[in-house]
């Protein structure tokens, strides 16, 4: 009865003027309906089986780098990142300051210390940037003392005092019509105790600590006639006594006292008479050297007031400079995009700022906040990246081995994972120098080798990784001979003991010897390779 039906409205469809034009256009409608949904399944299975089985292609490019990649693993990039610039940061950043500073208020009544002692945020903590500046064991009075005041009057007057070892009055450069004081002393600990000891008295005078420097086109300065700045000499030298035992005669005849400051290349000379000075810069020209290094004399001008011309630290940890975003992060996950398109997605951990410039809607770039990843949000706010460094693993998501970096970091070739890590070294990393031996004489190569090495037995070295224990393992420098108390007889760089079944390319030349940098002469043969190229090319023929 159904079928009737249906094939009666059939006929009548068909036999309408326009019923075979609308049977046409159903019939079109549904073939191109049925290859666009065979289109749809086909791209939707193939971007499961990708996700599913093809790990390659799972990253920003979604491009497979089979043929290049050693690691299948995902590898994801972590990124810390904060906008020094924001108001409401900086906000936060000025109370986390004020309620450490109540805390350690708290914590000094409790321990029983002044309360009223300066913190560091009442101290001026100032950086002079001048060229050669110098901290010297002088301090600054003003107004000056009393003319009558000798260098023997002056512990009754200040007790901390008592090691000063000269005392003079310079003119001030903007008012020369003033006077300040200038107490001379020995040591950087005695000035630093007479420095505390006037500032905790009730002096009525400003205190300023000495600086000495060759800059001589910044205001404030005064030349000091008797002082002056040696400088050119080798960096090797980091003793006092070691630059005055290789100062030239004409040179050294001059200097009453002299004082190296290794950390800045110079040294400080007094003169015996403020004339030598321009005799000494007449020589200097005249290539005056020590080993083969020419020297350089500059006059020494004294400063002390800094305020003008320095970098204060006082705020520098709360200073806007110090998290200021200068689009670096942008840059970064372009060279990202470019030399390393197999990381599978970036997380960008902030504490709640969002770049203004960056697309959400990618689906490979998260934004993880701090409460996202610290378990215990009393902790928060933080700006300390070592404390949110240890929470970037509990990222959800993450992959386990994943890249963290800077977003002042920037890649300027192609990467690779294995340029990070293997399985068969783990983690690689790279020195931006190399490490220096554990002794001098001792290479790296040679610690726990099965030989004991003289130069590699103490602590430093671990007492050459257990091999001059009992001495089990042979000696690299084991002379023949018999004799009493002789293990045995043998003949040169014969060994009695070590690593056995193992064979070498030749008598007393241990396969970890070759390459190592240093010249083994059991090792330079022709069947050892010459030593690998450590002895030079003299008998490589």
């Known amino acids: 009865m159904l079928f009737k039906l249906l094939q009666r409205q059939t006929y009548t469809c068909l036999s309408h003027r326009y019923g075979l034009y609308v049977c046409f256009v159903g019939v079109v409608v549904t073939i191109v309906s049925a290859f666009q949904f065979g289109e749809v399944v086909l791209e939707w299975s193939r971007d499961q089986y990708h996700v599913l089985f093809d790990s390659y292609r799972d990253n920003i490019a979604g491009k497979s780098f089979q043929n290049r990649l050693c690691l299948p693993m995902p590898i994801d990039v972590v990124y810390t990142w904060v906008n020094g610039t924001d108001l409401e940061l900086l906000k936060e950043l000025q109370q986390v300051r004020e309620q450490m500073e109540e805390e350690q208020k708290a914590m000094r009544e409790i321990l029983g210390k002044n309360t009223t002692e300066p913190t560091k945020k009442s101290e001026k903590q100032l950086e002079c940037l001048l060229t050669h500046c110098i901290k010297v064991p002088m301090l600054v009075l003003d107004p000056a003392l009393p003319a009558n005041i000798t260098l023997k009057d002056l512990p009754s007057l200040y007790p901390s005092f008592h090691s000063a070892s000269d005392i003079f009055n310079v003119a001030k450069p903007k008012n020369p019509s003033t006077n300040v004081s200038v107490v001379v002393f020995d040591s950087t600990k005695d000035v630093e105790d007479a420095y505390s000891g006037l500032l905790k008295g009730n002096s009525r005078q400003t205190v300023w600590r000495g600086y000495l420097t060759t800059d001589k086109e910044v205001p404030g300065l005064v030349l000091m006639q008797d002082l002056a700045f040696l400088s050119g000499f080798p960096p090797t030298f980091k003793e006092t006594n070691q630059l005055k035992t290789k100062l030239p005669e004409n040179l050294s005849s001059k200097v009453k006292l002299l004082q ?150 920037m890649f300027g070739k192609d990467v690779w994972p294995d340029d990070f ?76 003991g070590g690593i056995n079944s193992v064979s070498y390319c030749n008598q007393g030349c241990a396969n970890s010897w070759l390459a190592d940098k240093f010249c083994d002469q059991a090792c330079n043969v022709l069947s050892c390779g010459f030593d690998a190229g450590d002895c030079g090319q003299a008998l490589q023929k």
């Open 260 to 409: 190296l400051y290794s950390e800045a290349s110079v040294a400080l000379l007094k003169l015996n008479n403020p004339k030598d000075f321009q005799e000494l810069n007449k020589q200097t020209k005249k290539n005056m050297t020590i080993d083969g290094k020419e020297l350089t004399i500059s006059p020494a001008y004294l400063l002390w007031d800094l305020s003008a011309i320095s970098q204060s630290k006082q705020d520098e940890d709360i200073s806007a400079s110090r998290f200021e975003d200068n689009e670096e992060l942008r840059y970064s996950l372009r060279s990202i995009e470019r030399h390393a398109p197999w990381v599978r997605n970036i997380f960008i951990v902030t504490n709640g700022q969002i770049p203004s410039w960056l697309n959400l809607d990618n689906p490979r770039v998260t934004i993880v906040t701090h409460q996202d990843v610290f378990r215990n949000l009393s902790h928060l706010p933080t700006f300390s990246s070592p404390a949110i460094e240890s929470h970037i693993h509990r990222i959800e998501g993450l992959s386990q081995k994943f890249i963290y970096l800077n977003d002042d970091v």
């Open 421 to 496: 890590y293997s399985h068969s070294k783990g983690q690689k990393v790279y020195l931006t120098w190399p490490v220096p031996n554990c002794a001098e004489g001792c290479p790296g190569s040679w610690i726990k080798d099965g030989y004991c090495d003289k130069a590699c037995n103490n602590s430093a070295c671990d007492w050459d990784g257990g091999d001059c224990s009992g001495n089990s393992g042979g000696s690299r420098y084991i002379a023949g001979g018999g004799g009493a108390g002789s293990i045995g007889v043998g003949q040169p760089w014969q060994f009695g």
